[in-house]
């Protein structure tokens, strides 16, 4: 785990040594006050919840997460870095582990850093706080997720642009396969079993069940086996990449 800490701590600490950091940041912050407040109508609605607010956080991440996550491999295959990291005494698992880790810190720090609009929330009413924790803890769920998927597709391509447009196209797709937009695509040429394991792949469903304050298991395990999926073929992409 020593490994896996050195990495974290690097990339972690490279993060912040750009102004790329704190525009990520900024622009997560301004537009989640302004879905919030302008188009979920907050004060308007008259109750003391933070729906609005956790209702745009699965499009916020759809194309903020890829953009943070097409740099983790593909800029190190472009700069020849990854070479020099795969020198080092690390194993592929640690310096995946070590990778995602700290880009899934970075974005819970941004997302911990919109703190005033819960503290707007309690000064305004009496929300239930549990529900906004347990939605808290969803947010970052599903942040995960969205990374894990963009580091896997950040090693296929030199290219961080490619990266970011696939990204976006396969984290849309987990957003909507449980909605009829996917299913009615795939309903005539898969099988009915595939078609309702496609289903349980939506995010938003579980998402949704845990922003209500429901921490279901199969949610949680759903999460940790998209994570551990990508992390996996992460690993798998740039072991066969460094064996080309």
Known sequence: MNQVRTIFRRELASYFSTPVAYVFIVIFLVLTGAFTFQIGNLYERGQADLVPFFTFHP?????????????????????????????????????VLGKFLAAWCFTGIALALTFPVWLTVNYLGNPDNGVI???????????????????????????????????????FLFLLSGYDLVLNAVQGWLPQPLVDAVASLSFLTHYSSIVKGVIDLRDLVYFAMVIAFFLVANAVVLDMKKAS
């Open 133 to 171: 924790v347990a939605a808290y803890f969803g947010s970052f769920l599903l942040a995960g997720g969205f990374l894990a998927i963009g580091a896997c597709l950040s090693a296929v391509t030199r290219n961080q642009v490619i990266a970011f447009i696939i990204t976006v196209t396969v984290c």
């Open 59 to 95: 499009w916020l991440y759809l194309f903020l997460v890829p953009a943070l996550s097409m740099r983790l491999w593909a800029e190190e295959r472009k700069t020849g870095t990854i070479e020099l990291l795969m020198t080092l005494p690390v194993t592929l698992w640690q310096a």
